[in-house]
Nanobody, 119 residues
Framework: QVQLVESGGGLVQAGGSLRLSCVAS????????MGWYRQAPGKQRELVAV???????NYADSVKGRFTISRDNAKNTVYLQMNSLKPEDTAVYYC?????????????WGQGTQVTVSS
């Protein structure tokens, strides 16, 4: 069974840091882009950051200079280092990945991890 499992969320004070991790497991032939999205209460899910298999990155304007996405292809893992956190970063963070599996190429989502930033 192919799945994405996130970890690393929690409660942090404004100005603090958190590091999210997401591991892709199962019968995976290859992984293309991996990314992080977030959804705050009452808002639509939005892209936070994405990284291609070659290492190119793209960030939402709201997190540029504060968040860093990276990946370890040997471990099928993507990370999101979040620094200088703000209360407006509070949301459920979801891992996303384009995986090439036995049945073909599909987009997968993790179950989400809560990030809460207190003021």
């Amino acid at each position: 069974q192919v799945q994405l499992v996130e970890s690393g969320g929690g409660l942090v004070q404004a100005g603090g840091s958190l590091r999210l991790s997401c591991v892709a497991s199962g019968s995976i032939f290859s992984i293309n882009a991996m990314g992080w999205y977030r959804q705050a209460p009452g808002k639509q899910r939005e892209l936070v950051a994405v990284i291609t298999s070659g290492g190119s990155t793209n960030y939402a304007d709201s997190v540029k200079g504060r968040f860093t996405i990276s990946r370890d292809n040997a471990k099928n893992t993507v990370y999101l280092q979040m620094n200088s956190l703000k209360p407006e970063d509070t949301a459920v963070y979801y891992c996303n990945a384009d995986l090439f599996v036995v049945a073909g190429a599909y987009e997968y989502w993790g179950q989400g991890t809560q990030v809460t930033v207190s003021s």
